[in-house]
């Protein structure tokens, strides 16, 4: 069966250093891979989707990127940290029927 | 990209009461999900619609894709405590293409 990984679970950073989130997937091969972020009490904002290795789409212009660099690992990433990024990010995957989502990183910005 | 909108944005009900919630969009959609999600943690797939018309139960979950393909609801009976949580709706144009609902949050009150 399919799982999903995200690392790390929590992570509490500075303002203005960088970040790397981590998103694997287990059991299925060429997925469709998605980075939500999720405001405390809010829905769902889609950050970037992959469609296969090295292909990344932005969905909102920020300091936020995203790279795929093996056909199951998603990693999103930022130069700088804003206080805005704070939030709880979810990865997820789809393939031809559902889409399935991470445990998520929460991820706090002083 | 299309617009997904859900309602009620919160409910507040006794338990053992049902439950009904919406998602309407102007464009057209090929499926409907909808996941529930637990505080801290990512949202968990309980019923993917496939064809327009289509009702499936998951249990006391039932919900349906509505014939124009542009909604679809979720109705929840004798509501219990352990069903407090957000519950969002999501539609697939193709699988490069997943929006979500701002979600409807659950309290059931015992």
Redesign the interface.
């Given at each position: 069966s399919q799982t999903i990984h995200q690392w790390p679970a929590t992570l509490v950073q500075p303002v203005g250093s960088p970040l790397s989130l981590e998103c694997t997937v287990e059991g299925t091969s060429n997925p469709?891979l998605?980075w939500?972020r999720q405001a405390a009490?809010?829905?769902?904002q889609?950050l970037f989707?992959s469609?296969g290795i090295g292909q990344i789409?932005s969905?909102v212009p920020q300091n936020l990127s995203a790279s795929r660099p093996q056909d199951r690992q998603f990693i999103l990433s930022s130069k700088k940290l804003l206080l805005s990024d704070s939030g709880?990010y979810?990865c997820?995957w789809?393939?031809?029927?559902?889409?399935?989502?991470?445990?998520?990183t929460?991820l706090l910005v002083l | 990209?299309q617009q997904l909108n859900q309602s009620p944005q919160s409910m507040f009900i006794q338990e053992g009461e049902d439950v009904s919630m919406n998602c309407t969009s102007s464009s057209i959609f090929n499926?409907w999900?909808w996941?529930k999600q637990d505080p801290?943690?990512?949202?968990?797939?309980l019923i993917?619609l496939?064809k327009a018309g289509e009702l499936t139960s998951n249990g006391r979950l039932t919900a349906q894709f509505g014939i124009t393909r542009k909604d679809s609801f979720l109705n929840i009976s004798a509501s219990i405590p352990s069903d407090v949580g957000i519950y969002?709706c999501?539609g697939?144009v193709n699988?490069?293409d997943?929006?979500?609902?701002?979600?409807t949050?659950l309290t059931v009150k015992p």
């Open positions: 469709n998605y939500y009490g809010r829905g769902l889609l989707y469609v789409s969905e709880f979810l997820a789809s393939g031809l029927t559902s889409a399935y989502f991470g445990p998520g929460r | 990209g499926t999900l996941y801290g943690e990512g949202p968990v797939l993917a496939y969002f999501a697939r699988n490069n997943m929006r979500f609902g701002a979600g949050r």
